[in-house]
């Protein structure tokens, strides 16, 4: 009995911890902009523009959401330090949804239910997809730092949404359109490594490929066993099926032995692949074997002045260096309010207009978005290991 | 005809080294009924051992077939020393447990070797020199058989071989032979049963160690978790030659290497696994015991 007793207290106890930690956190949250409201803010009489920012902030995943937290609190700072849009300040209201569908509705719901003027995130695809449908009825715009899935723009479902990153076919298109335009080539082999992104490139490319007629033809396609001790069967199968080129969708382990094993059966044709090979483990393993093979990557966005201002001013606000998809976020953040401006309003109509005609100067370069909402001059470019390094084609 | 061969080769190939393997599983398990899941684990340090003393001995200025060599007996030594000390540390207490609590100790043992190395070394994959050097004479023919391969099938054979000949020939063997029999008897003989089990640890260890070092310096490239699916895969083939019969282990490797290559060559790469293991259940069903296994009554 007594020992029951002392565990209800502990249970008890630890509810009580539990609450006041949330409650916590969500004035912190809030009290950010509100202080700088009475700083800085000479009309105190309009209205602060609210905005949503909505990801996984906690849980596995938090270190994608994260990053674009810290990018949009940064940027809102500078801006209502400035003193806001037009003299409104930016409120932000930041809720996790830890990457999952079932926690995004709820997400969603709330700050819906705060009336936010739109919404920067959500971080994980199909959260984001989950979302959507409850911000598209409340006329809410969403912008989205990383969520990839080509469905969320190319379905036409979701006019409300639009993204700073890339979709996931748009390597596939360039390795296809590189290979056939650049490298005039015919026969294709398209190999993967059986995991979703590998598999789902490739068959994005199998399928661009396909449809391009005038001759090209996929002559070999076929998934590897990743971390198989050999693949010198399928290396002869390549050499055999006559391709002129391999399209490989996986990571660079996998590319490494299959590269290294082609070149030493004389087998030397082109070799593309994508951003998970791009990457100098790959050069590292393969040595001499990885000369001459291509590589998708995002843009090198690395020299732009507003990319690296963004980072210092990460690095001096929380001693450290941005994770992923910083960048993506500091960049929606800055398309979204700079289309508030331009449109001088918060009217769904009016900001939505605002920003898929006006340009804007982010990290990742000039940027607007299409009609579909993926942003124009947000990509990929070709990459070719010469000399020992990755090395942008231009 | 070209085509065949080649993937008749890469088969063989595979199946050579998943034979180095395999022998390791059978010996133990033929002497003490043990499913040694830490095996895998103990090729990947022989891969390991071999790369850090053949960094060692490039820098040293040594060349090409010394390197091989000196990084083979250096991985050989090492490896068996691991064997050697698992077997001491997470088997031999609990020999008289039930048949479970190795089998978990097995298990408990391959996690452990891998996040070992994983944390002393490094999660990312590391290049591995080709120790094997390229021959002049297989020039004209390297689209259908490469110098590593040619070096990995014969050295694979001699090995096989002289561990015939050590099995069936010397009085250690023999002692291995009776000690797989009947424990108790062999003790009774005067046989020093523990120092047999020692030494079928530290046989089957360097075996793998000299698969590991064989196929990363065909293929170029470790990392920590290579062994397992290399155990995996070798596994399979001791089980499906007859698990404790060391020709057993030997063919059921082949027959594995050679249906996955020619699944992969002649159907599709996607199904290789399907193939194999397909082929697996299929002689499990013919034969429970594996194609060169023994069904013996359970002796009460």
């Known amino acids: 009995m007594k020992k029951f007793l002392t565990f209800l207290l502990v249970m008890v106890s630890a509810v009580f911890l539990m609450t006041a930690c949330s ?11 509100a202080e700088n409201t009475e700083a800085a803010a000479p009309a105190a009489s309009t209205e602060p523009i609210k905005i949503g920012v909505a990801g996984a902030h906690s849980g596995d995943l938090a270190s994608y959401g994260l990053p674009t937290v810290n990018a949009v609190k ?32 709820n997400t969603a719901s709330k700050l819906v239910s705060e009336k936010v003027v739109a919404v920067v995130g959500h971080i994980c695809s199909g959260a984001t997809k989950a979302a959507l449908g409850i911000y598209k009825d409340a006329g809410i715009l969403v912008i989205s730092p990383s969520a990839t899935n080509p469905e969320l723009t190319q379905s036409g479902e979701y006019p409300n ?3 700073t990153i890339a979709p996931d076919d748009a390597q596939a298109r360039l390795e296809v359109d590189f290979a056939i335009n650049t490298l005039n080539i015919k026969k294709f082999a398209v190999l993967h490594d059986k995991g979703d992104y590998g598999k789902g490139l490739a068959e994005f490319a199998k399928s661009f490929l396909e449809a391009t007629g005038n001759g090209v033809e996929v002559v070999l396609y076929e998934g590897v066993t990743p971390g198989a001790v050999d693949y010198s069967a399928v290396v002869q199968k390549i050499g055999r099926s006559g391709a002129e080129a391999v399209i490989f969708g996986g990571y660079h382990p996998e590319a490494s032995k299959i590269v290294t094993q082609m070149r030493k059966k004389q087998i030397n044709i082109p070799f593309i692949s994508d951003d998970g090979v791009k990457d100098d483990t790959f050069i590292k393993v393969a040595g001499e074997f990885a000369e001459g093979v291509y590589a998708t990557g995002p843009v090198d966005t690395s020299s732009n002045p507003i990319n690296i201002k963004a980072v210092e001013d990460h690095k001096a606000a929380y001693q450290a260096d941005p994770g992923a998809f910083f960048i993506n976020g500091y960049a929606a953040t800055m398309a979204l309010l700079n289309a508030i401006d331009k449109a001088d309003s918060t009217d769904y109509d009016a900001v939505s207009k605002a920003l898929r005609t006006e340009y804007v100067e982010t990290p990742l370069g000039n940027i607007s978005f299409d009609e579909k909402g993926d942003a124009i001059g947000v990509g990929f470019s070709m990459y070719q290991v010469q000399n020992g390094a990755y090395v942008e084609l231009k | 005809m070209d085509y065949f061969l080649q993937l008749f080769l890469s088969g063989l190939t595979k199946g050579s080294i998943y034979a180095l393997i395999a022998l390791g599983y059978t010996m133990v398990y033929g002497i003490i009924q043990l499913i040694n899941f830490a095996h895998g684990e103990i090729y990947m340090i022989g891969a390991f051992t071999a790369l850090i003393v053949a960094s060692v001995l490039t820098i040293l200025g040594f060349s090409g077939l010394s390197i091989l060599i000196l990084a083979g007996i250096a991985a050989v030594i090492y490896s068996s020393a691991y064997g050697y000390t698992m077997e001491k540390i997470a088997y031999r207490p609990l020999r008289n447990a039930p048949r479970l609590s190795p089998l978990i100790s097995a298990i408990g043992m391959s996690i452990f070797l891998q996040n070992y190395v994983l944390l002393a070394q490094t999660s990312d ?13 297989l020039k004209p023919v390297s689209h259908i058989m490469s110098s590593a391969e040619l070096v990995i099938i014969l050295s694979s054979a001699v090995i096989m071989v002289l561990l015939t000949f050590f099995i069936k020939f010397t009085r250690m063997g023999k002692a291995m032979r009776a000690t797989a029999q009947d424990k108790k008897m062999a003790r009774l003989v005067g046989i020093d049963v523990d120092k047999v089990i020692s030494l079928t640890f530290i046989v089957g260890s360097s075996l793998a160690a000299l698969g590991g070092i064989l196929i990363a310096s065909h ?30 282990a030997v063919l059921g490797a082949l027959i594995l290497g050679w249906t996955e290559s020619f699944a992969t060559g002649y159907v599709s790469s996607d199904y290789e696994d399907v193939f194999a293991f397909a082929l697996l259940v299929l002689i499990l069903i013919f034969r429970p015991a594996g194609i060169l296994g023994k069904s013996s009554a359970q002796k009460v």
Do not use: H
């Not at chain 1, 300040?89 to 926690?103: A, G, H, R, T």
């Not at chain 2, 994959?125 to 004479?137: K, Q, S, W, Y």
């Open chain 1, 23 to 33: 409650q916590k956190a969500e004035e912190k949250a809030a009290e950010a902009p």
């Open chain 1, 74 to 105: 940064l940027y809102v700072d500078e801006v209502n330090k400035n003193g806001g849009i037009d003299g409104r300040m930016v409120e932000l209201y930041i809720e996790d949804d830890v990457c999952k569908p079932e926690v995004a509705t």
């Open chain 2, 219 to 248: 293929i170029g490239q470790i990392n920590f978790y290579i062994g397992f699916i290399a155990g995996i895969k070798a596994f399979t083939a001791a089980v499906l030659g007859g698990i404790g019969s060391i020709p057993g």
């Open chain 1, 161 to 163: 949404f639009l993204r």
């Open chain 2, 125 to 137: 994959f590391l290049p591995f020199p080709a120790l094997i050097p390229e021959f002049e004479f």
